[in-house]
């Protein structure tokens, strides 16, 4: 393999892989198409072996191509963290921060506590993800991360909020159509919204709480907004996050001793504590939800 392969043929690799045709590369590169197929002939010729065959549906990926592709994501993480960084002055609060966060502190709590921010600078720009899964940021997947649970990672940079608390909620109207349960053992018999797959972190908060699980949901979701829009139309009874249930009295709580904690954590790269955009949003993130949960 050629040491000076240029990362551009990697990235003309990579658009390859995820449009699935030459063509479709080009356009989201910018590039000819006849350039783009010259770095991938370029770099199969550098790596010594095929990477695409052509199929009915455009070029299929070779086993050598797709076991290449999580290092050349990474290369593209890397570079895009390295135009980030070669973009941010150091003595001034300015540059594109990426920020991974839950889809419900995304939708509902971020917009409030990011438009404070942009007031305070307005040269940062933020790149919103929204995601329950956790973002890696060892592999930049993020550089600033509200989390659900404890980091693990040593290189990591991390303020504990606290614990969210989250209760059973339901619409009103629900209630007046069904009853309001009385113990947990009622709830068999409502239509209750809940997940369809248990991530790790549903789990571990769950963990020695009554039984609540998918064969009991009557509507199931891998997405919180979509179980808190369910809840909020009247659908049954869900999850909800407290401090948000109590500035939209539009719900109604039932069965208080139900309760279940949810870590949140603020989290960053170590690597980037000085930079002075990252760091900024950091405080103000922290800043924000310590007031969310007040």
């Given at each position: 393999?050629?040491?000076?392969?240029?990362?551009?043929?990697?990235?003309?690799?990579?658009?390859?892989?995820?449009?699935?045709?030459?063509?479709?590369?080009?356009?989201?590169?910018?590039?000819?198409?006849?350039?783009?197929?010259?770095?991938?002939?370029?770099?199969?010729?550098?790596?010594?072996?095929?990477?695409?065959?052509?199929?009915?549906?455009?070029?299929?990926?070779?086993?050598?191509?797709?076991?290449?592709?999580?290092?050349?994501?990474?290369?593209?993480?890397?570079?895009?963290?390295?135009?980030?960084?070669?973009?941010?002055?150091?003595?001034?609060?300015?540059?594109?921060?990426?920020?991974?966060?839950?889809?419900?502190?995304?939708?509902?709590?971020?917009?409030?506590?990011?438009?404070?921010?942009?007031?305070?600078?307005?040269?940062?720009?933020?790149?919103?993800?929204?995601?329950?899964?956790?973002?890696?940021?060892?592999?930049?997947?993020?550089?600033?991360?509200?989390?659900?649970?404890?980091?693990?990672?040593?290189?990591?940079?991390?303020?504990?909020?606290?614990?969210?608390?989250?209760?059973?909620?339901?619409?009103?109207?629900?209630?007046?159509?069904?009853?309001?349960?009385?113990?947990?053992?009622?709830?068999?018999?409502?239509?209750?919204?809940?997940?369809?797959?248990?991530?790790?972190?549903i789990r571990r908060m769950s963990a020695g709480m009554p039984p609540w699980h998918r064969d009991?949901?009557?509507?199931?979701?891998?997405?919180?907004?979509?179980?808190?829009?369910?809840?909020?139309?009247?659908?049954?009874?869900?999850?909800?996050?407290?401090?948000?249930?109590?500035?939209?009295?539009?719900?109604?709580?039932?069965?208080?001793?139900?309760?279940?904690?949810?870590?949140?954590?603020?989290?960053?790269?170590?690597?980037?504590?000085?930079?002075?955009?990252?760091?900024?949003?950091?405080?103000?993130?922290?800043?924000?939800?310590?007031?969310?949960?007040?």
């Amino acid at each position: 393999m050629d040491d000076e392969t240029d990362w551009q043929h990697y990235r003309s690799f990579l658009a390859v892989l995820e449009e699935g045709s030459l063509s479709a590369a080009a356009r989201s590169l910018g590039l000819a198409q006849p350039t783009l197929g010259r770095h991938v002939q370029l770099l199969e010729a550098a790596l010594g072996t095929t990477l695409f065959t052509r199929s009915p549906t455009g070029l299929a990926a070779t086993d050598a191509a797709k076991a290449l592709r999580p290092f050349v994501e990474s290369m593209r993480a890397s570079a895009q963290a390295i135009d980030r960084h070669a973009h941010a002055s150091r003595d001034t609060v300015a540059g594109t921060v990426r920020l991974g966060v839950s889809e419900v502190i995304g939708i509902e709590v971020m917009p409030a506590i990011l438009a404070s921010f942009r007031q305070a600078y307005p040269g940062v720009v933020v790149e919103l993800v929204l995601s329950d899964r956790n973002q890696d940021l060892l592999q930049r997947d993020a550089d600033v991360a509200v989390r659900m649970v404890a980091p693990v990672q040593e290189a990591l940079l991390a303020r504990r909020i606290g614990a969210i608390e989250l209760g059973l909620y339901a619409h009103p109207s629900y209630l007046e159509r069904r009853g309001e349960p009385r113990q947990v053992s009622d709830l068999a018999s409502y239509d209750l919204v809940g997940f369809d797959e248990a991530l790790p972190y549903i789990r571990r908060m769950s963990a020695g709480m009554p039984p609540w699980h998918r064969d009991m949901f009557a509507l199931r979701s891998n997405s919180n907004v979509v179980q808190l829009a369910a809840v909020r139309a009247g659908f049954g009874i869900g999850f909800c996050q407290v401090p948000l249930a109590i500035r939209e009295p539009v719900l109604a709580r039932v069965l208080p001793s139900v309760s279940l904690p949810l870590e949140c954590w603020v989290v960053m790269h170590g690597d980037l504590r000085s930079q002075p955009a990252c760091k900024a949003l950091f405080d103000a993130l922290v800043e924000g939800l310590l007031s969310y949960l007040a």
